[in-house]
T-cell receptor
Framework: QKEVEQNSGPLSVPEGAIASLNCTYS??????FFWYRQYSGKSPELIMS????GDKEDGRFTAQLNKASQYVSLLIRDSQPSDSATYLC????????????FGAGTRLFVKA | NAGVMQNPRHLVRRRGQEARLRCSPM?????VYWYRQLPEEGLKFMVY????????ESGMPKERFSAEFPKEGPSILRIQQVVRGDSAAYFC?????????????FGDGTRLSIL
């Protein structure tokens, strides 16, 4: 079992729709969760971080965390073609473990 | 530009040569991480360093790869006697602190090609 699992996609949504990206993780002591966006040939860019159960909203992005289910998701409202990218889920834990484990990413295509 | 700086952006080496990749963290950041990314794959952790110390190198291959972060100057990822399989994008990230709630910020990466 991979430590952080994501559906590789591609996930295709029409412009203006809600894109829903999902991630599961295996380490129950994980405490910090991040979503990065990576455009083709570019570096990962942090877009959201979440540390406690529930929802966290930032503009068009909402991160959702459920530690009991070991599940974290990212919702993108009013999707735009510029949102087309690979979204990486990342998980980190303390104490003693400073490694951040990344999923393989989900490719999102937003059709104009 | 106060972001994470990596150089070179592209590096071409022949099999058997050495590759040196450099990373200067963001201003105020003292923690550096190196990752390798193969096409269509996620980021694979290689090593985590603080100034003059290797904290976690569990992702580093046992041979040919080494990393350092000296008191002065950038962090260096060194690959000796490169092979075709070393071709990948190598990303450096930095964070201000050691806790898991300190997100990592990435540089633009070095694309290493082995002929």
């Amino acid at each position: 079992q991979k430590e952080v699992e994501q559906n590789s996609g591609p996930l295709s949504v029409p412009e203006g729709a809600i894109a829903s990206l999902n991630c599961t993780y295996s380490d129950r002591v994980s405490q910090s969760f991040f979503w990065y966006r990576q455009y083709s040939g570019k570096s990962p860019e942090l877009i959201m971080s979440i540390y406690s159960n529930g929802d966290k909203e930032d503009g068009r992005f909402t991160a959702q965390l459920n530690k009991a289910s070991q599940y974290v998701s990212l919702l993108i409202r009013d999707s735009q073609p510029s949102d087309s990218a690979t979204y990486l889920c990342a998980v980190a834990r303390d104490p003693g473990g400073f490694k951040t484990i990344f999923g393989a990413g989900t490719r999102l295509f937003v059709k104009a | 530009n106060a972001g994470v700086m990596q150089n070179p952006r592209h590096l071409v080496r022949r099999r058997g040569q050495e590759a040196r990749l450099r990373c200067s963290p963001m201003k105020g950041h003292s923690h550096v991480y190196w990752y390798r990314q193969l096409p269509e794959e996620g980021l694979k952790f290689m090593v985590y360093l603080q100034k003059e110390n290797i904290i976690d190198e569990s992702g580093m291959p046992k041979e040919r790869f080494s990393a350092e972060f000296p008191k002065e100057g950038p962090s260096i990822l060194r690959i000796q006697q490169v092979v075709r399989g070393d071709s990948a994008a190598y990303f450096c990230a930095s964070s201000p602190g050691a806790g898991s709630n300190q997100p990592q910020h990435f540089g633009d990466g070095t694309r290493l090609s082995i002929l």
